[in-house]
């Protein structure tokens, strides 16, 4: 069984500081990593896309991938009251052609005024 | 272009009616995915198609699922009969061959089955 962990959090941090949230992955085949943003009551968004080790930056997003550690972040900075959120973690696998994702059980963010 | 389109939104059914979901994949997608989730066991994968053929239906949960691409633009996902137990938001999601993966989600749609 593929699995993919993250705390549920939640994780509470003030407005204007950097929220770190983090997911391990089971499977060392897996290629691609996403980072997902549900708010309550609303679908999965794409935010971030990172397939090779290192950094990716996007605006205020940077994604962290160690695929030796099977570990992969994501910085939020300058966090703000609208980041509040759940956040979670998708991984691919060799399972049927890599398209099938399995998530996290997600990260709860909580960002105070 | 528009998202991934869902309907109904809500759905509100007694127990052992039949109930379908509907899902139209962003135009040019080739691959649908259909989701369940609940709180207790998260985002499940239930079954997905490439260019409407079913390729993966491991997640569909027992035979009173079942799920139907007829063409590139519609997917219904049909549960028949309906329990309480199916009480869940069931998403539907959409990607290419060529988007690295990336999966994108429709609205959803939230079951109520009493």
């Known amino acids: 069984q593929k699995e993919v962990e993250q705390n549920s959090g939640p994780l509470s941090v003030p407005e204007g500081a950097i929220a770190s949230l983090n997911c391990t992955y089971s499977?060392?085949?897996?290629?691609?990593f996403f980072w997902y943003r549900q708010y309550s009551g609303k679908s999965p968004e794409l935010i971030m896309s990172?397939?090779?080790?290192g950094d990716k930056e996007d605006g205020r997003f940077t994604a962290q991938l160690n695929k030796a550690s099977q570990y992969v972040s994501l910085l939020i900075r300058d966090s703000q009251p609208s980041d509040s959120a759940t956040y979670l973690c998708?991984?691919?696998?060799?399972?049927?052609?890599?398209?099938?994702?399995?998530f996290g059980t997600g990260t709860r963010l909580l960002v105070s005024p | 272009d528009a998202g991934v389109i869902q309907s109904p939104r809500h759905e509100v059914t007694e127990m052992g009616q039949e109930v379908t979901l509907r899902c139209k994949p962003i135009?040019?997608?080739?691959?649908l995915f259909w989701y369940r989730q609940t709180m207790m066991r998260g985002l499940e994968l239930l079954i997905y198609?490439?260019?409407?053929?079913?390729?993966?239906d491991s997640g569909m949960p027992e035979d009173r699922f079942s799920a139907k691409m007829p063409n590139a633009s519609f997917s219904t996902l049909k549960i028949q009969p309906s329990e309480p137990r199916d009480s869940a938001v069931y998403f539907c999601?959409?990607?290419?061959?060529?988007?690295?993966?990336?999966?994108?989600f429709g609205p959803g749609t939230r079951l109520t089955v009493t």
């Open positions: 999601a959409s990607s290419w061959d060529g988007s690295s993966y990336e999966q994108y």
């Open positions: 499977d060392r085949v897996s290629q691609s």
């Open positions: 990172i397939y090779s080790n």
């Open positions: 998708a991984v691919n696998g060799a399972d049927t052609g890599f398209q099938k994702l399995v």
């Open positions: 135009s040019g997608h080739d691959y």
């Open positions: 198609f490439n260019n409407n053929v079913p390729i993966d």
